[in-house]
T-cell receptor, first 115, second 115 residues
Framework: AQSVAQPEDQVNVAEGNPLTVKCTYSVSGNPYLFWYVQYPNRGLQFLLKYITGDNLVKGSYGFEAEFNKSQTSFHLKKPSALVSDSALYFC?????????????FGKGTTLSVSS | DADVTQTPRNRITKTGKRIMLECSQTKGHDRMYWYRQDPGLGLRLIYY???????NKGEISDGYSVSRQAQAKFSLSLESAIPNQTALYFC??????????????FGNGTRLTVT
């Protein structure tokens, strides 16, 4: 079975500081990994994905994520946080060997960036 | 994502009532999904459909049913609503031509309250 965990309910950072939102996963095969962001009263928006290749993936709004196979992690990062980055962030996974399945999401991490 | 439209945006209903949530998309995607979001639980998959003749149960399908009336329409029904179905419901789409790693595109959600 596939699963994903986001160990922090909330992450607080000051504007201009680097941010990290953590994600770990469990799949039997190779993972397809995704990050989404949700702003208040809106649906989720796709940020970035890892399929194969370079372990550092760059996405929208200056975000990037690092795939670490040995630690089964896919942490979301940004070098310099903005107040407008404050939102709810979701990590999601699909097992590449289970083509007929849908994405499984983590519980979400609230990012709060203070000015 | 304005290309994925959910109706209604908000609905209050009473226990035991039948209710239908509708989703339509203009993206031309073949795959559609229904998720529910609960605070602290993240997004959980209810049902998904990879084409008009394909319906699959997700993690939490009990108490729900779906209908894929056309490629562009995917409705979710609660045959007899109960209070623990109070949640934010999201419809999403994806394009199989991008492969199984294609990102999801979400509607803005339907907030359902069962009293």
């Amino acid at each position: 079975a596939q699963s994903v965990a986001q160990p922090e309910d909330q992450v607080n950072v000051a504007e201009g500081n680097p941010l990290t939102v953590k994600c770990t996963y469990s799949v039997s095969g190779n993972p397809y990994l995704f990050w989404y962001v949700q702003y208040p009263n809106r649906g989720l928006q796709f940020l970035l994905k890892y399929i194969t290749g370079d372990n550092l993936v760059k996405g929208s709004y200056g975000f990037e994520a690092e795939f670490n196979k040995s630690q089964t992690s896919f942490h979301l990062k940004k070098p310099s946080a903005l107040v407008s980055d404050s939102a709810l962030y979701f990590c999601a996974v699909r097992d590449a060997r289970q083509a007929g399945t849908a994405l499984i999401f983590g519980k979400g991490t609230t990012l709060s960036v203070s000015s | 994502d304005a290309d994925v439209t959910q109706t209604p945006r908000n609905r209050i209903t009473k226990t035991g009532k039948r209710i239908m949530l509708e989703c339509s998309q203009t993206k031309g995607h073949d795959r559609m999904y229904w998720y529910r979001q609960d605070p602290g639980l993240g997004l959980r998959l209810i049902y998904y459909s990879f084409d008009v003749k394909d319906i699959n149960k997700g993690e939490i399908s009990d108490g729900y049913s779906v209908s894929r009336q056309a490629q562009a329409k995917f409705s979710l029904s609660l045959e007899s609503a109960i209070p623990n179905q109070t949640a934010l419901y999201f419809c999403a789409t994806s394009d199989s031509s991008e492969g199984h790693n294609s990102p999801l595109h979400f509607g803005n959600g339907t907030r359902l309250t069962v009293t």
